[in-house]
């Protein structure tokens, strides 16, 4: 084995894989609402669509299991619990967006059919290569991921050489937290922990490798998909912020995209564009479903059907909601968002950690911390305008929809130093 060319090709499917519908639509238009503060949003969305998916990576590097290794010191029932709802989410919200992404973006400029039309064909070809589960990996990483980088770039290095004169002023109140939570748009952390399932069990058909080789693969191939997003995800802002001024302010995330692509490479931007939306989204669902399905494989005693059936169920409720606009979709996603987000970051921090800094104890105080603390920012995207003002008011951070990260923190810190003193006595 190649090592360095096994790396590149991992790296290139993860990247891939990560690389979706939110991954796309949403740093430009981040762009033009921050303008001159582009650099601040730009650090906000690295922390939340990078720097914490490439930690779960590294946490699938440690761990070399499933999803459910990444809660089970917190409790199996939990550690089932939160795989379901994960699992659940990743089918009927993320998956499908890829399906609605394409079609408004790829399919609708050129050809008159239904959304629905659409989410049929699109998760049939999904499905046909889930199916072909142990080829996925190098199908990925050896032809689709080359050529959606080559279309990005483009659009990136000619948008940087054919600017117009001046950005638009920041409409942003708090670029950080903005980008911060836009972040969580793209699904990237719980993306890790589904396709860093995926990963582990795709390089375990490659059964002549030891633990060590894997941990090393994995990590390293978590690195260069991380350098890629972060290159991309940057040139994307920036490309955003200095076309911010072509932009009315009300244009959507889809029109900004649409936009930027048409500024910078002319006519010919549109077919590029719907080449790049349909393999960016096509690979992420085939991520998604593939891991879902591996994970209720295992549940069965590795049975083909259940994986099978899996990958058929996830697939009809793909073209179920995918035929949704992509809008309506992103609305709907926001309050399942605020809920297992929070819990996600920290599982995926505590796994990373060396174990004597993550004890059963911790996990569970640290979970049931942020789990209580994010009730608030999850309720708010369902309850009256300022119905919860009161208790925001007393939780720091709670109005920007961070509410939990200080308390989490605290109750880390706290258990860690009550172990160390019982410890030394």
Request: charged letters at 10%.
């Amino acid at each position: 084995m190649n090592k360095n060319k096994e790396i590149l090709i991992v790296g290139f499917a993860l990247f891939s894989m990560f690389f979706g519908a939110g991954n796309l639509i949403l740093p430009p238009y981040l762009g033009v609402k921050a303008g001159e503060v582009w650099s601040l949003v730009t650090i906000g969305f690295f922390i939340t669509a990078v720097f914490i998916p490439i930690l779960g990576i590294l946490a699938h590097a440690k761990l070399q299991g499933t999803m459910y290794d990444f809660g089970k010191k917190v409790s199996p029932s939990f550690s089932w619990a939160y795989c379901l709802i994960v699992y659940t989410i990743s089918i009927t919200l993320p998956a499908p967006r890829t399906a609605s992404v394409t079609h408004e973006m790829a399919i609708a400029p050129f050809f008159e059919i239904s959304p629905l039309l659409t989410s049929i064909i699109y998760f049939v070809l999904v499905f046909l290569f889930v199916i072909n589960r142990s080829k996925i990996l190098s199908l990925i990483g050896k032809y689709l991921t080359p050529l959606i980088i080559l279309i990005l770039t483009s659009i990136i290095c000619v948008g940087i050489f054919s600017v117009p004169e001046t950005m638009r002023a920041s409409s942003l109140t708090s670029p950080l937290i903005n980008g911060l939570l836009e972040g969580y748009q793209t699904f990237d952390a719980i993306g890790a922990i589904v396709v860093g399932g995926v990963l582990i069990v795709s390089i375990n058909f490659k059964k002549d490798l030891s633990f060590e080789i894997k941990k090393e693969l994995i990590s390293k191939a978590g690195f260069v998909a991380g350098i890629g997003l972060l290159i991309i995800y940057t040139g994307l802002i920036y490309n955003g912020a200095l076309f911010s001024n072509t932009f009315p302010s009300e244009a959507t995330r889809v029109e900004v995209l649409s936009g930027l692509s048409t500024q910078t490479l002319g006519n010919i931007g549109t077919a590029f564009l719907s080449v790049l939306v349909g393999l960016a989204c096509f690979t992420t669902a085939i991520g998604i479903i593939t891991g879902t399905s591996d994970y209720i494989k295992g549940l069965f005693n590795n049975s083909q059907r259940a994986y099978t059936i899996t990958a058929i169920i996830s697939c009809t409720l793909g073209i179920a909601v995918g035929q949704f606009d992509v809008h309506h979709i992103i609305n709907i996603a926001l309050p399942a968002l605020m809920f297992i987000y929070p819990i996600t970051i920290v599982l995926i921090f505590l796994n990373v950690l060396p174990n004597k800094w993550a004890s059963s104890l911790v996990f569970k105080a640290v979970v049931f911390v942020t789990f209580v603390f994010s009730i608030p920012d999850f309720l708010q995207f369902l309850l009256p305008a300022d119905s919860l003002s009161e208790i925001q008011n007393m939780i720091p951070f709670s109005k920007e929809s961070l509410g939990w990260v200080l308390p989490a923190l605290m109750a880390f810190i706290a258990v860690n130093l009550i172990q160390k003193k019982q410890r030394n006595t």
